[in-house]
């Protein structure tokens, strides 16, 4: 695909498993596993009755059930690795005790996001999961995304691939945006603002695309990415706790992972696009046209 006129360079990146991560502990596995595991037991438990439902914003939800979750994760993890410092959505950051760990750039510290789909949740709508991942040294070196009504856990670890419940996984290789499928999903910040931005990207992906999805679980979405169900993912205003394990999956799974202008991913990017690699220059072209759109547009009064 020709490159668009001011269009970076750089933006299918190369993958993480070019790039041999640090051999990590089984015992971080271990110690995921189990937190996600007891967390999914209380996903599952909390369907089966009413359930407390709070307001951290005008629409955004929380439950008793994502604060039950979290509580059981950072418990576990907290006994395994009592020196680990903690970023996660409900209780924040939490730093380790060690030096090393007290630094955001150095040291463990785990990422969490106990129920990712908490409206889902609270309609029973079924589609949300858990997500865990570790990172050391400002590098996220595990992750794990664990979708507890189908009992499905997605894994992934630094320079290892990506697996399904144990069984390697890999993005597709669909390279015509026309016979793509897309997800996307709208944050619950620019709900509040005066202007909804990525119903413009929507717009012009769904002209382009040939289906566009919404789940409502942005750590979910990027795990169907890296097996092959999704072609692509793009989402702005994403928190740290809903891509950082997610965008390791994929990238291990092969595919490429870049904000908007096609530069590397970092978690506080204001926007995530993820690909199976041969459609991501199309991607970032596609949202970089859509933001000058906006730009020529005069603001709403």
């Known amino acids: 695909m020709p490159t668009r006129p001011g269009m970076p360079e750089h933006t299918a990146l190369p993958k993480s498993r070019q790039n041999e991560g640090p051999t990590l502990s ?22 089966t009755r009413k359930i407390e439902v709070g307001y951290k914003g005008r629409i955004n939800l929380v439950t008793e059930i994502d604060i039950a979750s979290e509580k059981a994760i950072i418990g576990i993890l907290s006994a395994a690795f009592p020196d ?41 709508y079924p589609a949300f999961c858990i997500s865990i991942a570790y990172e050391e040294e400002g590098r996220v070196l595990y992750g794990l995304v664990s979708d507890p009504l189908r009992r499905m856990d997605f894994e992934a670890a630094l320079g290892e691939g990506a697996t399904q419940n144990g069984a390697s ?3 597709s290789g669909e390279a015509d945006p026309e016979r793509s499928l897309l997800c996307t999903g709208f944050s619950y910040r620019q709900a509040d603002g005066p202007k909804i931005r990525n119903l413009d990207h929507f717009e012009d992906f769904s002209r ?6 919404r789940s409502g679980s942005a750590a979910l979405d990027l795990c169907h990415l890296a097996m092959g169900v999704l072609d692509g993912f793009w989402e702005m205003d994403l928190a740290p706790w809903d891509t950082a394990a997610g ?13 908007g202008e096609g530069a590397p991913f970092a978690l506080d990017s204001p926007i995530v696009v993820a690909s199976n690699g041969p459609l991501h ?16 547009r005069p603001e709403p009064e």
């Open 247 to 259: 965008t390791l999956i994929v990238r291990e799974a092969g595919g490429t992972v870049t904000d």
């Open 169 to 171: 996984i890999a993005v």
């Open 281 to 296: 220059r199309w991607m970032v072209e596609t949202i970089v046209g859509a933001r000058e759109g906006q730009r020529r």
């Open 26 to 47: 089984p015992k971080i596995r271990e110690a995921a596993r189990k937190a996600a595991s007891v967390a999914g037991e209380i996903l599952r438990e909390g369907l």
């Open 208 to 213: 382009a695309a040939q289906g566009i999805r």
């Open 84 to 124: 680990h410092g903690f970023l996660a959505e409900e209780s924040g950051t939490r730093p380790g005790t060690s030096p090393a760990s007290s630094s955001r750039s150095r040291g463990g510290r785990w990422i969490i996001d106990p129920l990712d789909g908490t409206t889902n949740y609270a309609h029973r």
